[in-house]
């Protein structure tokens, strides 16, 4: 399976921007899948994760009522809403499917937040 987000760019302070994971070479139906990322001179930080159905949801302290994370299984994706972006915000995103084999992370997509 492979991953490709998409979505980042330039936001001001309080602006919004929609990323988008797409798989292909497997569905993503039965999948936990989860959305992380590194700002510059940082570690990899977990920003969400959602279940395989979608019923569940898990976020960082630093996004919870700012981001939304959500699935189209029709579309094999995953997007991560994010509203009232902050500077500290910005970073390279990356999406992760995890398999009982193995961890599949995808190519990022970097986000800037500054005025």
């Known amino acids: 399976v492979q991953l490709q987000a998409s979505g980042g760019g330039l936001a001001q302070p309080g602006g919004s921007l929609r990323l988008s994971c797409v798989a292909s070479g497997d569905t993503i139906s039965t999948y936990v899948m989860a959305w992380f990322r590194q700002a510059p001179g940082k570690d990899h930080e977990f920003v969400s994760v959602?279940?395989?159905?979608?019923?569940?949801?898990y976020y960082a302290e630093s996004v919870k009522g700012r981001f939304t994370i959500s699935k189209d299984d029709s579309e094999n994706t995953i997007f991560l809403q994010m509203n009232n972006l902050k500077p500290d915000d910005t970073g390279v995103y990356y999406c992760q499917l995890i398999t009982p084999e193995a961890i599949v992370w995808g190519e990022g997509t970097q986000v800037t937040v500054s005025s």
């Open positions: 959602i279940s395989w159905s979608g019923g569940s949801t």
